[in-house]
């Protein structure tokens, strides 16, 4: 599932190419994608609408209209967004097309269709897509170790976990936790209840630090997401401990364990982040 560093790497990257264009056409090949409202009345409130901007909000993409409706999307485990011209190939699981007044598409495709789009009105409330059940980003200032405390010191779940919440923390996913962790050198397993406030300020600190390097790692050229089909995500060769189980640390050099978490695969050092 693409977290935080890739939704933002999207972001940047559809953004610019998409302000001040009109929405001729929407067409909607899988109405189950379209999770509010109905996928025809989905359609034609947004025919003719201009495009302002995007935003991102933990891991939704908002794309936000001159009328100041709003669609917000979730690209879930496989969902892709690719801008391209009108005549070029079609991805095969491609379900919501916005036919823009360019000539250009902004292309949803999924394979196994779990992503999901909202429409909301101007000064409508959003109670379907969760965004507003979301706490607070990485990157606002008011993330500091009381926070951490404050809201995950009392729970007896594993750290892993308690970051995994998104309505404590909006954006860090099974990837960045792990990473998160091991530069913070908390073993993934203990208990956040059990952790001082010394390691509450080293998460702080480390959080936005991990995220916005990922997000640095990850930029990538319009031109190049297109060409990848928007899934060249540049992390990987980056990733110090996620996916690295059986490697040597590159800290200490000791071989990485994977355990498992709150049912997610989390890989650790036995040696930077010992089980206390």
Known sequence: MPELPEVETIKRVIEPQIQGLVIDKVTVKRPEVVAYPAADEFCGLLTGQTISHMTRRGKFLIIWLNSNDRIILHLRMTGCLLLTPADYPEEKHTHIIFSLSN????RFSDTRRFGRFWLFRKDEADTYSGVEKLGIEPFYAELTAEYLNTHLGKRKKAVKECLLDQSAIAGIGNIYSDEILFTAGIYPARPANNLKIEDWERLAAVIPERLSYFIEVNRITPEDYLETKGQDYRNTPFLQVY?????????????????VVGGRGSVYCPVCQRDL
């Open 103 to 106: 000539s250009m598409e902004l």
């Open 243 to 259: 996916g690295q189980e059986s490697k040597p640390c590159p800290k200490c050099g000791e071989t990485l364990c994977r355990i």
